[in-house]
């Protein structure tokens, strides 16, 4: 996501301070059942991230989530379902589902009703028979879903889950609020497909990730719309809007399908940057290689939330940020844009990886935008290098976020700054090839901060844990290569 343009505001520290989970993600936390175990057992209850341990869940991989809205207006509850294929990676004789908030009506495992119980933000369901490890099952579960049920983060996030619309809807599920929207394995290393059917009144659109499949109108009149994600997708880029829509078709590089999703009284006020997204894609092909997904659009968000969001192949982008300046409007679009190759396409491992994606974001955002009128890019990287210190006080090394400051500067000008590091230390061309293996080596697939220092070592024919090491971890910042006149500022405070 992206809110340059939104003021900052203050850490909450003493939950920084309160919350140090250390667990790594080596596999599931507790309960898992060993790996010689035959015998049915609980499924854990979280993947054992390091920011957010409960997140995901242990003992079955998802392959289709096929999702039911039947929606009303914005702040009504409404009817909805989930149907969730999926196959058992221990014989299971319980398992949980991240959910949060709405109404539960009933579970089913394999048609037949199951036990539930939610304890937080785990739906713990228990079937009626236990599960055989390596076998397919699935589970249904039918709810009121409440949009009304809105979290808020104090970085950079703001609100999330549902955040509705003059007329309806649009979704902000990152980082962990899939879950409040619909039941899910929520964690970033887990990634599948979703179906969504979306029945709004007549006079309302709907759009989802990916291709419009099917439109129906109902004898009541009202319109079943279906979309499907094309490429899986991990819960926190789902994206769901309802509004009154006009769809701009056009065409990308190389014949790729665009379809910007605008609500219709803000189609001409946002066409002027709107249009330039082929450009922005052409732009970032001749550094990371072709566009990784079938279509492409900007969904314009009428809400005064000031964040964006790269949502899969649909970024959200606040209609603010298409009123303004050219030079903001680019830098918004451009980094949503390039988080479709890195964070979308290349997902991260943990949250602690986050700095992959929000780094590499705001890294081509600021280069592009030296291109075209903004600021100077080793001005930004120089003002960036000067807090560097401070910024890992308050927010932690860029790849040690905790908690409350996972989505503070540290990972977006701080996490930029060590990839302008790595390319003065290796050179442009050099650091070219790092950059378009990883998001060919990545593509579709999930990454660690490990796995980037490894594979930047192997193209780059040297070593590089020992440089990178301190750049990511820890409480100084090294010196930055080529530049010995670049000066830290003392930590304040
Ligand atoms: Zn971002």
Same mark, same amino acid.
């Given at each position: 996501m992206s809110t340059f343009r939104t003021p900052r505001r203050r850490a909450r520290l003493a939950l920084a301070a309160a919350i140090t989970v250390?667990?790594? *993600?080596? #596999?599931?936390? $507790?309960?898992a059942a060993p790996a010689t175990s035959t015998a049915p057992s609980p499924g854990a209850p @979280? *993947? #054992?991230? !390091?920011?957010? !341990? *409960?997140?995901g869940n242990g003992g079955y991989e998802v392959g289709r989530y096929t999702l039911d809205f039947d929606w009303q207006a914005p702040r009504t509850p409404f009817e909805a379902s989930a149907t969730i294929r999926a196959t058992a990676t221990q014989a299971l004789s319980r398992f949980d589902l991240d959910f949060a908030g709405n109404t539960l009506h009933s579970v089913t495992v394999n048609g037949k009703t199951a036990t539930t119980v939610r304890d937080g933000d785990e739906l713990v369901i228990t079937p009626k028979a236990a599960l055989p490890r390596g076998k397919a099952f699935t589970v249904k579960v039918t709810y009121t879903a409440d949009p009304t049920r809105i979290r808020h983060r104090?970085?950079?996030?703001e609100d999330y889950g549902w955040i509705p619309t003059p007329d309806g809807t649009v979704l +902000? %599920?990152?980082?962990? @609020?899939?879950k409040m929207i619909f039941p899910s394995? /929520?964690? %970033? $290393?887990r990634r599948a497909p979703i179906t969504f059917h979306i029945t709004t009144p007549a006079g309302l659109s709907a759009v989802a990730n990916g291709k419009l499949t099917g439109r129906t109108e109902q004898a009541d009149g009202r319109v079943k719309w279906t979309y499907d994600s094309e490429q899986p997708l991990a819960t926190q880029l789902a994206q769901l809007a309802i509004g009154r829509f006009t769809f701009v078709d056009g065409t990308g590089p190389h014949g790729l399908p665009l379809r910007d999703v605008v609500p219709d009284d803000l189609v001409a006020p946002t066409e002027e940057y709107r249009k330039l997204t082929a450009d922005h894609i052409a732009w970032l092909e001749e550094r *990371? @290689? !072709? +566009? %990784?997904? /079938?279509r492409y659009g900007v969904l314009v968000g009428d809400t005064d939330l000031g964040v964006a969001l790269e949502t899969q192949s649909l970024s959200l982008v606040p209609k603010a940020d298409l009123l303004g300046t050219r030079v903001d409007a680019e830098r918004n679009l451009v980094h949503e844009l390039v988080h479709q190759w890195t964070g979308d396409s290349v997902g991260i491992k943990t949250w602690s990886d986050l700095w992959l994606s929000e780094g590499h974001a705001r890294f081509y955002e600021r280069q592009y935008s030296q291109e075209h009128g903004g600021d100077d890019f080793e001005t930004t990287m120089k003002t960036a290098y000067t807090s560097h210190d401070q910024w890992r006080h308050d927010y932690g090394a860029p790849a040690e976020p905790t908690e409350p400051n996972l989505f503070k500067r540290m990972r977006y000008d701080g996490s930029a700054l060590v990839l302008f590091a790595l390319r003065e230390k290796v050179g442009e061309e050099t650091f070219g090839k790092i950059e378009r293996a990883w998001v060919t080596t990545y593509k579709g697939k999930t990454a660690s901060t490990q796995d980037y220092v490894d594979l930047a070592s192997k193209v780059a024919g040297e070593d590089l844990d020992g440089f990178l090491h301190p750049w990511l971890y820890g409480a100084k910042t090294p010196p930055m290569p080529n530049h010995p006149d670049w000066v830290v500022a003392p930590v304040q405070g």
């Open positions: 250390a667990a790594a *993600l080596t #596999g599931p936390v $507790s309960q @979280g *993947l #054992g991230d !390091p920011i957010f !341990p *409960l997140d104090d970085d950079a996030i +902000y %599920p990152q980082p962990d @609020g899939a394995n /929520d964690h %970033p $290393s *990371l @290689g !072709p +566009y %990784p997904f /079938d």
